[in-house]
């Protein structure tokens, strides 16, 4: 069965990092791109970051370049994003997407 399970969310105080995981299991994982997603309550999906299937080739919202780095270890059919420097925020849930399938999300909030 193809999914896509994201983990590593929970609640973090400000200023602090977290490392979000995203694994793929059921089809190929190599041979395609990605891209990192946060959906807030009430508010538009936002993209955050994609990389390419060789990881030679990222984006990175204008929004959180400084603080989020996307990286894909392909052996291990993962990609990771790295936050560093936490915002508060409420909860909200951050997805990935490899290819055209999508997770249900791992939920982050940044509360003190």
């Known amino acids: 069965q193809a999914q896509v399970v994201e983990s590593g969310g929970g609640l973090v105080q400000p200023g602090g990092s977290l490392r979000l995981s995203c694994v793929a299991s059921?089809?190929?994982?190599?041979?395609?791109?990605l891209g990192w997603y946060r959906q807030a309550p009430g508010k538009e999906r936002e993209l955050l970051a994609t990389m390419n299937r060789s990881g030679g080739d990222t984006y990175t919202s204008d929004s959180v370049w400084e603080r989020f780095t996307v990286t894909r270890d392909n052996p291990k059919r993962t990609t990771y994003l790295q936050i560093k420097d936490l915002k508060p925020e409420g909860p909200a849930m951050y997805c990935c997407?490899?290819?055209?399938?999508w997770g249900k999300g791992t939920q982050v909030t940044v509360s003190p």
């Open positions: 059921g089809f190929t994982f190599d041979t395609l791109g």
């Open positions: 997407g490899v290819g055209l399938r």
